[in-house]
């Protein structure tokens, strides 16, 4: 998943020079609901009845995900990202382990020990390390605080969906999970984008274009959203939530490797406390099931 996130950063940056934002989320949206169906499908033997069957007992939980983590958070995202630098989103954004920590204390859903909480501060200083390091500039200037403040919404949204997947994963599998408020969250997201159609030079949308939001819609929008969901239901919100401090490390390296950009020392120091603060929070997560 954080492989598959990282190299997503500079291929959406580059999708929305020409295409819209929303309509852009249409697409993907589109890809990941079609592949994931189909897996989901296939899952459940075939049959259309055991497809929708977890909407049955839970469809506000799942209405109120989708709510969060499919319209809000990718409206949020797309929109910030398309009015902020990539530095500026990928500092912000790195604060949503954060939230998920505060929210899925302050609602009960787990309990984070001091050593897990300092584990989480340690992995978000290494990933501001490296993207104040990198060779984009960071600018955060008035001129970017519309963008900067939608992104801070979007790592909120982010963390609360986070926090909330918690107890519905115990019940229904991450692919049912993931696919059903997908499905729910479209309409919403098609409503969102019918402006902007319009405004969209489709001449200059290429093959690649199109190869670039499957990528981003069926491997980064879905599949990986199925691996971090599967992910709460092994490890816990929280513990999840500080491996989406390694996107910007992944993305270190694919920039290197795709564009080119040079690798400094001072940005390998973060990538080191990247994973450090991982450890720490996994000794910390076994300390604590062993007192269990």
Known sequence: ???????NFPVSKWILLEIHPHVMNVFRLGAAAVVLSALLYRRCGNDWTTFWKPLQTD????????LIGWVLYQVAFITGLNNTSAGNSAIIMSSAPIWTALIAAF???ERISGVAWLGLLI????TGVIILSGPTEVDLASTYFLGNAIILVAAILWGAYTAFTRQLVQKHTPLSLTVLALIIALPA???????YWSAIDWQQVTFMHWVAM?????????LAIVF?????????????????NLVPLIALFSGFFMLGDAILPVQLIGGTLIIGGLVVMRWARRRHLARD
Not at 1 to 7: A, D, E, I, N, R
């Open 107 to 109: 609602f009960a859903i």
């Open 59 to 66: 469809f506000k939980s799942f209405a109120f995900i989708a």
């Open 189 to 195: 997201i098609g409503l969102v984008s019918i402006p």
């Open 123 to 126: 992995s978000l200083i290494g």
């Open 228 to 244: 971090w969901n599967n992910a709460v239901k092994s490890l816990g919100a929280s513990h999840t939530a500080a491996y989406g």
């Open 214 to 222: 499957f990528f981003s819609g069926s491997l980064s929008t879905g």
């Open 1 to 7: 998943m954080v492989l598959v996130w990282g190299v």
